[in-house]
């Protein structure tokens, strides 16, 4: 795999450059380390059956086996949110998802638990790795990276995205 494109949003690449630079060559190794032709399955849906595809199950798990190895993690945060707007303002600087429920509960509210994942997590660097969902790149840009930016989680965020099917 190489990477084709770069798009640097409020100067991340120059961060990671300056900052992180020992990160940035651990994920363009990860990168360059794997041949997704390696990687291929024959589609059974029924719009795309008989073509090939990226395996991305299988190409996200070689990057794992690569990373996590190198302790970065996959992190899940579990967390409640509410539809009420004032409150939802109110909890959002909680860390505690517990307190975050008590809170909204309290005000005779809907706690709705939801959660947030990222890929490869570390020291302040998250890592996502996509594969052809346009609308998922726009979720994890300004849901995930953005979220956990603001709860001062990472500095950075770096989506990886390519398209899911072979050349």
Excluded at 35 to 46: E, G, H, I, P, V
Aim: aromatic share 12%; glycine share 4%; charged share 30%.
């Amino acid at each position: 795999m190489k990477i084709a494109n770069l798009y640097s949003h409020l100067n991340g690449y120059e961060y990671m450059l300056i900052h992180r630079k020992k990160l940035w060559d651990e994920i363009v190794d990860a990168i360059s380390s794997i041949n997704a032709n390696d990687y291929t399955k024959t589609s059974k849906a029924r719009p795309t059956s008989g073509r090939d595809h990226y395996d991305q199950k299988a190409i996200n798990k070689k990057f794992e086996e690569i990373l996590f190895p190198q302790n970065w993690k996959s992190v899940k945060t579990p967390y409640y949110v509410t539809g009420d707007i004032t409150t939802a303002r109110e909890i959002v600087g909680i860390r505690r998802k517990e307190e975050q429920r008590r809170i909204i509960e309290s005000k005779g509210l809907e706690a709705i638990r939801t959660n947030n994942q990222v890929d490869f997590v570390k020291d302040r660097v998250a890592v996502e790795v996509q594969f052809g969902k346009y609308f998922s790149v726009a979720y994890d840009l300004h849901v995930k990276h953005t979220f956990f930016f603001l709860r001062n989680d990472i500095d950075v965020g770096i989506e990886s995205y390519r398209l899911g099917r072979c050349a």
